[in-house]
């Protein structure tokens, strides 16, 4: 976990390959993920996502938004990548 504000757990990465996108594996992977984060007590999953629109996309259509916080060690390894965060509902 990590953050000021509110605890964080990094979804270190989610791929779905070509020929199996569409299909709602990815959306049920994530769930099953911020399911598991919630049992641990985070607050927000933190995300870095890749450029890909694709990628971007498929965050959003589920929730996620620009994160609030910056992990500034992430986001000097890649910054590319945009930092993205998904909230936790109860």
């Known amino acids: 976990m990590f953050g000021h504000k509110y605890k964080h ?11 199996h996108r569409n299909k709602g594996i ?16 985070a607050d927000k999953i933190y995300i870095c996502a890749g450029s890909a629109e694709d990628t971007i996309v498929f965050y959003y259509t589920l929730g996620c938004k620009e994160a609030e916080e910056i992990k500034m060690e992430l986001y000097e390894s890649d910054p590319r990548d945009m930092q993205l965060e998904y909230v936790i509902s109860d």
């Open 9 to 19: 757990i990094l979804l270190d990465s989610l791929f779905i390959s070509l020929e």
């Open 26 to 41: 990815g959306k049920r992977l994530f769930l099953s993920c911020a399911g598991m984060a919630q049992k641990w007590g």
